[in-house]
């Protein structure tokens, strides 16, 4: 839960800081030109300001509706902002990202007695966590 809440902070971030660039001086960053190319086209009358709000709220709606970590779920919280994982971010990051939250998936969707089953060896899961701290580094690098 904690590495999720991370990618959806980080996107909420990069959103933010374009947010304001673009309310104070009506200059889009990468990010919010991204996040208006990738936006379904408004279909109104209104403004060009009012069009790109409702962009950037509808982007922020999706991010709060995020539930994981896995590379598609990733996809969906930086495509939008201009990024494409798998040439944007390293490889071995996002799996092991993939590989925790297919983990993290099986436990929480599995019946109380399969949970019983699942033992975790505490110096693997140490060790992935770990791993995954030390590749964030790149991964904000990235961004």
Known sequence: AEFEDYLEETAYLLLKTGEERWDKDKIANKNIAALFLEHDKIDTSETYITKSKQAINDYRKSLKANNGIKNKDISKIFKPLGYKIDDDFEQTFLNDLEALGSHRG????????????????????????ERILNEIKDFEDSL
Not at 110 to 128: G, I, P
């Open 106 to 129: 099986e436990i929480a969707h599995s019946s109380s007695s399969k949970k019983a089953k699942t033992l975790l060896d505490y110096n693997d899961e140490k060790n992935k966590i």
